[in-house]
T-cell receptor, first 116, second 112 residues
């Protein structure tokens, strides 16, 4: 079974530029998560999708971050404009059905973003 | 909301046992998890324990849960150099999303 795929693996941008990350979850997984992991910290949930609907985006800085999962499969996370403090690893995870008891989350390798 | 705390660093000799500790604040957490993160990689689920259990064993891994003290530990028996990584404890919140709240991670260094 293929795991969670993410691209790109690394991205360097200047502040005020925009950037987009892509995630392809495990086939058949209804729940998709985007996390932000700042160096030296644990992952923090940014947004959680159930199929193509948003379940939780309470920690997403909506003035600059946006995410979509239009067809309930792939997802993109965008930052516009980026700030220095957005430098982090952005992790995507999926689970079979995070709201129905299948809680195990499977993580992708992450995208390391450096904002200069 | 949930808060999860871990010690930052642990160093052990190869072959010894490692014990990584975690404390959490939300007594309503139903599941508690241990994840492993190797350099440049995502998080790998190691094991989890349901809140009505005191102990769970899975090969070299033993999870102990003390609900009274809100303390969780992960014991790795016969620690190997390949176990060197960052270990994250996480609690599953009881809000509508059941999101995971992670600790800041414990870096385990296994010396040959």
């Amino acid at each position: 079974e293929a795991g969670v795929a993410q691209s790109p693996r690394y991205k360097i941008i200047e502040k005020r530029q925009s950037v987009a990350f892509w995630c392809n979850p495990i086939s058949g997984h209804a729940t998709l998560y985007w996390y932000q992991q700042i160096l030296g910290q644990g992952p923090k949930l940014l947004i959680q999708f159930q199929n193509n609907g948003v379940v939780d985006d309470s920690q997403l800085p909506k003035d600059r971050f946006s995410a979509e999962r239009l067809k309930g499969v792939d997802s993109t996370l965008k930052i516009q404009p980026a700030k220095l403090e957005d430098s982090a690893v952005y992790l995507c995870a999926s689970s079979l059905d995070g709201l129905a008891g299948a809680y195990e989350q499977y993580f992708g390798p992450g995208t390391r973003l450096t904002v200069t | 909301g949930e808060d999860v705390e871990q010690s930052l660093f642990l160093s052990v000799r190869e072959g010894d046992s490692s014990v990584i500790n975690c404390t959490y604040t939300d007594s309503s957490s139903t599941y508690l998890y241990w994840y492993k993160q190797e350099p440049g990689a995502g998080l790998q689920l190691l094991t989890y324990i349901f809140s009505n259990m005191d102990m769970k064993q899975d090969q070299r891994l033993t999870v102990l849960l003390n609900k009274k003290d809100k303390h969780l530990s992960l014991r790795i028996a016969d620690t190997q150099t390949g176990d060197s990584a960052i270990y994250f404890c996480a609690g599953r919140g009881m809000d509508s999303s059941y999101k995971l709240i992670f600790g800041s991670g414990t870096r385990l260094l296994v010396r040959p």
